[in-house]
């Protein structure tokens, strides 16, 4: 059987000001394209499908209109499950609608979907909690899924029937996966995983959560979950969470991230996105092929030392959004970042840089608190930048400062 992963879709999110509602749907029509032309028999998306737990009417409605297209009416299946951005009881409200196209949600990690049938012949043949089998139309080998989606690790503990404060969620994680997998993932199917958890080969490079991600490792989120944690049995770990698409091992079984379909923050910069084909065997090694993804605009930084120079380049790249920073003796202008902004309509920010401000800063000063506020500023923006702040900048501290008198 062919299977697509997907994840992180974060539909609804925004790159500062800018909505990148329209480049979603763009891409999302792309990964139709490719679900229709590869033939896959089921769709993966492994979390993060909104960017909030209350997204927008548009949000919802592109979702449910790309996944009708997936499932082909019901001809494959759609599995998603909720991720960190998610709520879980949003994702799964829809599902007696949602199964009838062959949309299958899961919200929370021991939700169980009762067996049903559809005309197409796509079926739950089996559930228990945190697990399905299907039937696939144009399959006789069923795809056995044991499914995680996230929550935290207090409720991850409760879920999973240990809340004791000492326990490590991953060892009860893998108890949790190992027992599901002995009892329903035997060698006559094709049996994956899938997690929307942040996993780490345990002695092997911490990667990096993007910016403007939620962190998962944080006070009250979930355990770093390590690669051996995962059970025997298993031929495939898709995962989400994390942007960029990388491979965490392929010791035992290929543990994938499929990183997101869009860059959704400049540390995403230059970064190829794509989905992942899973051709799978009952009993045998999967292959996987990487398909990448042309649509949606791409995120670029660029620096410049002449603001003549940078609306030249601005001008001859209207298709991208724009990271700036402008390198100059003196602090930027109000006119120049007029300019600047004039010439660009996707300009996310424009960062003004002293040249050679670090030799510059002198060793901080004792602060005397008898100054005015005005005074302050001015010794501080002197410290910090090498220089004393221009008028326009003193204008607007002063219009701040009166407004929250």
């Known amino acids: 059987m062919k299977i697509l992963h997907t994840a992180d879709w974060h539909l609804g999110k925004r790159l500062d000001p800018f909505s990148r509602l329209p480049e979603q749907r763009l891409v999302l029509e792309e990964i139709c394209e490719i679900a229709e032309r590869e033939s896959v028999d089921a769709i993966l998306l492994a979390g993060d499908i909104f960017d909030t737990v209350n997204p927008s009417i548009e949000a919802l409605e592109l979702f449910y209109q790309v996944s009708k297209r997936l499932t082909a009416n019901g001809k494959r299946a759609l599995i998603g499950i909720a991720g960190n951005h998610d709520s879980p009881d949003r994702i799964e409200a829809p599902d007696p609608l949602a199964k009838e196209c062959g949309i299958i949600l899961i919200g929370h990690p021991l939700s169980e979907i009762r067996p049903f049938t559809l005309e197409s012949g796509l079926a739950i043949t089996q559930s228990a909690p945190g697990f399905l089998e299907l039937k696939l139309p144009d399959s006789e080998t069923p795809l056995r899924l044991i499914l995680t989606p996230y929550a935290n690790g207090i409720r991850m503990k409760r879920f999973l029937g240990n809340e ?7 060892a009860i994680l893998a108890q949790h996966w190992q027992e599901t997998a002995s009892a329903f993932c035997d060698q006559a199917g094709v049996n994956i995983l899938m997690t ?16 403007d991600e939620k962190p998962i490792l944080t006070v009250g989120g979930a355990q ?23 491979q965490v091992s392929d010791s035992r079984f290929p543990i994938m991230y499929a990183g997101s379909p869009l860059s959704y923050s400049m540390s995403e910069a230059g970064q190829q996105k794509s ?39 601005l001008t001859d790249h209207p298709e991208c959004w724009v990271e700036l920073t402008m390198v100059s003796d ?5 006119e120049d970042r007029k300019r600047l902004l004039g010439a660009h309509e996707g300009i996310v920010a424009i960062i003004p840089q002293i040249a050679n401000s670090d030799s510059a800063i002198p060793d901080a000063p004792e602060i005397d608190l008898s100054k005015s506020m005005q005074d302050l500023f001015v010794d501080y923006f002197q410290h910090k930048h090498g220089q004393a702040p221009q008028d326009d900048m003193l204008d607007l501290f002063q219009e701040i400062l009166a407004e929250d008198a």
């Open 164 to 170: 004791d404060p000492e326990a490590e969620l991953r």
């Open 196 to 211: 929307h958890l942040f996993v780490v080969s345990k002695q092997g490079e911490r990667p990096i959560e993007p910016d």
């Open 224 to 246: 770093e979950i390590f690669t051996e944690n995962f059970p025997d049995g298993i031929q495939y770990v898709a995962l989400g969470h994390l942007h960029r698409r990388h």
């Open 275 to 313: 989905v992942t084909i899973i051709e799978a065997r009952p009993g045998e090694s999967v292959s996987l092929r990487e398909i990448a993804l042309t649509q949606g605009k791409p995120l670029v930084r660029k620096t410049f030392s002449q603001v003549d120079d940078a609306i030249t380049w």
């Open 330 to 334: 003196d602090f930027l202008s109000s």
